[in-house]
Nanobody
Framework: QVQLVEPGVELVQPGGSLRLSCTASGINYSIYYMGWYRQAPGNSRELVATITSFGKTNYADSVKGRVTIPRDNAKHTVYLQMNSLNSEDTAVYYC???????????WGQGTQVTVSS
């Protein structure tokens, strides 16, 4: 059984930093592309960042320079390090794992991130 486990809720003040984690089980983690997506109320789900099995990263324009997506293959874990957070970053963040051709595509249960003072 494939599982992507994320924290449930995170609250952070404007200007603050946050690191999300997503630990995978049930897949050959090292060959999977990993990513983070987010969905704000009333909006569709959007890409935040992805990282290939080789470590190549891609970031949405809205987060470039504020976000990194390191992965630890030994721990089967991908992280999302976010800095200089603002209210527009408030959303549910979803971890994603997919294989090279997209045949297998899995989602975490989502983490509610709220940026508020």
């Amino acid at each position: 059984q494939v599982q992507l486990v994320e924290p449930g809720v995170e609250l952070v003040q404007p200007g603050g930093s946050l690191r999300l984690s997503c630990t995978a089980s049930g897949i050959n983690y090292s060959i999977y592309y990993m990513g983070w997506y987010r969905q704000a109320p009333g909006n569709s789900r959007e890409l935040v960042a992805t990282i290939t099995s080789f470590g190549k990263t891609n970031y949405a324009d809205s987060v470039k320079g504020r976000v990194t997506i390191p992965r630890d293959n030994a721990k089967h874990t991908v992280y999302l390090q976010m800095n200089s957070l603002n209210s527009e970053d408030t959303a549910v963040y979803y971890c994603n794992a997919r294989d090279l051709d997209g045949t297998n595509n899995y989602w975490g249960q989502g983490t509610q991130v709220t940026v508020s003072s």
